[in-house]
Structures are given as structure tokens and as C-alpha cells.
């Protein structure tokens, strides 16, 4: 298996370990199918979408393990480690993956609570009585 290729996706707090080599199209997340790990069709749509964007669904066997966060991080962290071992197998896939946004680290992350604070930002209700 020397041939596999091994990258990291991340968003909000979610890191994908993607393990990609040359296949007949499987993709496994965590174990389970596209599907079965993200319920919510748009999510399993999102999670594959570089691969589409470049025509490669029946080209690669993908393993995937995600860690942290939610569904929707995890599925943002999944599209940009398949990305990430898109580019590194096919150089030429770069330019389109790059202009689609899915190279790039989305770096929003929840905003810490502060001290004498209800949330980030929000403070207390004001009571005039």
C-alpha cells in the first residue's frame, strides 16, 4: 500500500484523517458507508463533493476517520481532506478544487464566553424593577 495517500481536513473543531488509494469507488467514514454516517442527504452530498467536482467518484477507495465536533463540521472536514489527497494524486485538479473554495481552511470557530457574560457577547437582561 505504498501508493496510498494520506491527508488532514479540519473545520470548526471536526479533523478528518483521510486515507485515499486507487480503487473502484468505496468510501468508508468511520467504518459505515456516505450514507449511513451522515443522514442528512445534504450533508453526505457536501462530504463527497470534491470528488464529484473532479469526476473521480469510481477512481479512489477512501477510508475516512472524523473525530470532534458535529455533523456539519465533520462533513467540512471530510470535503477538504479528500481535496487535499485529490490535489496530491492529480496536480492538474488543483485549479478547480482551488476556485470551489475547497482547499481552503475555514477557520470560524465558536467565540469563547466571557466573565460577567451570558454568552459571548449577550449580557444580562436589563430589569428596570
Known amino acids: 500500500m505504498s501508493n496510498a495517500i494520506f491527508t488532514v481536513g479540519r473545520r470548526k473543531t471536526s479533523i478528518a484523517r483521510v486515507k485515499m488509494?486507487?480503487?473502484?469507488?468505496?468510501?468508508?467514514?468511520?467504518?459505515?458507508t456516505v450514507a449511513e454516517y451522515f443522514p442528512v442527504p445534504r450533508l453526505a452530498t457536501k462530504a463527497v463533493s470534491s470528488l464529484t467536482l473532479v469526476g473521480a467518484q469510481?477512481?479512489?477507495?477512501?477510508?475516512?476517520?472524523?473525530?470532534?465536533?458535529?455533523?456539519a463540521g465533520q462533513a467540512g472536514a471530510v470535503r477538504m481532506g479528500i481535496a487535499r489527497a485529490l490535489q496530491s494524486t492529480t496536480p492538474d485538479t488543483r485549479p478547480?478544487?482551488?476556485?470551489?473554495?475547497?482547499?481552503?481552511?475555514?477557520?470560524?470557530?465558536v467565540e469563547r464566553k466571557k466573565y460577567g457574560l451570558r454568552k459571548a457577547r449577550r449580557g444580562t437582561q436589563f430589569s428596570k424593577r
Open 21 to 32: 488509494s486507487p480503487g473502484q469507488g468505496n468510501i468508508k467514514v468511520n467504518g459505515k
Open 58 to 71: 469510481d477512481k479512489f477507495d477512501i477510508s475516512v476517520n472524523v473525530t470532534g465536533g458535529g455533523v
Open 96 to 109: 478547480h478544487l482551488k476556485k470551489a473554495g475547497f482547499l481552503t481552511r475555514d477557520s470560524r470557530m
